[in-house]
């Protein structure tokens, strides 16, 4: 069966970084866009941006272009995300989910469980 | 504030019927395909409606979709206490070539 699997809780440092991983089984790594998604406390739900894991081509929202890096290992089937220059803004809970490998492609079909970033002095 | 505009929160009595409204524009809603996602507390969101109206296996068909120019439109009928949740629309916006969340809606069953 699909499954994402997400690495644990990070507590960070204002100014620092944090990189999350999301472990896949259960299907093709490169038939699929893999996207990252944030969650600050009680708020809603935010796109940040994927990774075309086939090509390690990415997008990103321009609020996130400069201090975000989404990479993938496809010999071992994991995506990750590097958020640099951290503050208590960032401080959510993030989510991997797969979607289809098309441009416009929005239905995001599988979840990780997600990783609690919180961000403190 | 979210491209997309859902109503913060929409009620009903159990066995009643409730739409939940996503807003949005010519850019993202109007030319591609609307998602719905219902996130229970503590939870990853979960797929419920895909490219407008298609429900993945295990959806009942309690849950319907439907899109109209730059609006689409959930739907569940027979409400359940369980479905007290948070719901979101979802969809790509060509102008800024990126992913669009709703702000969310929350689900009351009285």
């Not at chain 1, 996207?35 to 708020?43: I, S």
């Not at chain 2, 895909?50 to 899109?67: A, L, T, V, W």
């Amino acid at each position: 069966q699909v499954q994402l699997v997400q690495s644990g809780a990070e507590v960070r440092k204002p100014g620092a970084s944090v990189k999350v991983s999301c472990k896949t089984s259960g299907f093709t790594f490169n038939a699929h866009y893999m996207n990252w998604v944030r969650q600050a406390p009680g708020q809603g739900l935010e796109w940040m941006g994927r990774i075309n894991p086939n090509s390690g081509t990415t997008n990103y929202v321009q609020k996130f272009q400069d201090r975000i890096t989404m990479t993938r290992d496809t010999s071992i089937s994991t995506a990750y995300m590097e958020v640099r220059s951290l503050t208590s803004d960032d401080t959510a809970v993030y989510f991997c989910a797969r979607s289809p490998r098309y441009l416009s492609s929005s239905n995001f079909d599988y979840w990780g469980q997600g990783t609690l970033v919180t961000v403190s002095s | 504030q979210s491209v997309l505009t859902q109503p913060p929160s929409v009620s009903a009595a159990p066995e009643q019927k409730v739409t939940i409204s996503c807003s949005g524009g010519s850019s993202n809603i109007e030319y591609n395909y609307v998602s719905w996602y219902q996130q229970l507390p503590g939870t990853a969101p979960k797929l419920l409606i895909y490219d407008n109206n298609k429900r993945p296996s295990g959806i009942p068909d309690r849950f319907s979709g439907s899109k109209s120019g730059t609006s689409a439109t959930l739907a569940i009928t027979g409400l359940q206490t369980g479905d007290e949740a948070d719901y979101y629309c979802a969809t790509w916006d060509t102008s800024l070539s990126a992913g669009l969340f709703g702000g969310g809606t929350k689900l009351t069953v009285l």
